[in-house]
């Protein structure tokens, strides 16, 4: 039939090959049909690359196939129903001007907590307290803003004082994000911002690690936050 035996020793001597007219003839691969017409409908699932030349079909076949469309049908008259006066094939729009809103609504989010945040910065250095003569603040910040507003944060308080330290966190999705900044006064007192950075991320729960003027980290534990900021201010101290 034209067929070349490239299996090797995967088979035996006989193997079943399945041909359809002239389109195709490949080893069976667990299709152990008459003919091909017992397949009924064909619901291709993914094709991918295996190797040089060598292509991966995967498929579903009568009942399954049936139950898969039908399965798909469903699917489809819920998204209609959720996306109201939506048709069919409109969803594939109308979705994706759903998710630009939505990355939208969080870019303005993002600016309004960057906003309040900034806005907590002279609270922040009224609660300053000196530490082994280390003008020192941590704090617990609202939960959502990023490394880069802490670290904003973080530098300017550090500039309001010769010698500094600051550690604040805040919690993204569940997980804290600590960084840490240093005065040069600080870090001519023994005082490292990887280090600390360090000693404030193990108790969170993972780990991180920066400059000495300045260190992030974070972990997977957001309750051990207060934890974490004494845990750095005893360092501080000497404790």
Same mark, same amino acid.
């Given at each position: ?59 579903? !076949?009568? $009942?399954? @196939?049936?139950?898969?469309? *039908?399965? #798909?049908?469903? +699917? ?6 959720? &996306? ?92 804290? !994000?600590? $960084?840490? @900044?240093?005065?040069?006064? *600080?870090? #001519?007192?023994? +005082? ?6 360090? &000693? ?40």
């Amino acid at each position: 039939i034209g067929a070349m035996a490239l299996f090797g020793e995967k088979y035996g001597d006989q193997v079943r090959v399945v041909s359809v007219g002239d389109w195709a003839r490949e080893l069976c691969g667990g299709t152990h049909v008459e003919r091909s017409g017992q397949l009924g409908v064909v619901k291709l699932l993914s094709e991918s690359s295996v190797g040089a030349g060598v292509r991966r079909v995967e498929a579903l !076949v009568g $009942v399954d @196939a049936y139950k898969f469309l *039908a399965r #798909e049908h469903v +699917l489809l008259n819920s998204l209609t129903e959720i &996306i109201k006066g939506a048709r069919t094939e409109e969803l594939p729009e109308r979705i994706s001007d759903l998710l630009n809103k939505i990355k939208d609504i969080e870019k303005e989010l993002a600016a309004v907590r960057s906003a309040q945040a900034m806005g907590q910065i002279g609270a922040l250095a009224d609660s300053a307290q000196v530490l082994k003569g280390t003008t020192t603040v941590t704090a617990v910040l609202p939960d959502g803003i990023t490394g880069d507003d802490l670290r904003k944060i973080a530098l300017d308080l550090k500039a309001r004082a010769p010698q500094s330290a600051v550690a604040l966190i805040s919690a993204n999705e569940g997980k804290p !994000v600590l $960084v840490v @900044a240093v005065s040069d006064a *600080a870090k #001519e007192a023994g +005082l490292k911002a990887g280090a600390l950075v360090k &000693i404030g991320s193990t108790i969170l729960g993972g780990g991180g690690g920066g400059k000495d003027d300045f260190a992030q980290g974070g972990g997977t534990d957001a309750s051990k936050s207060q934890a974490a900021l004494l845990a750095i201010a005893d360092s501080i101290s000497g404790k």
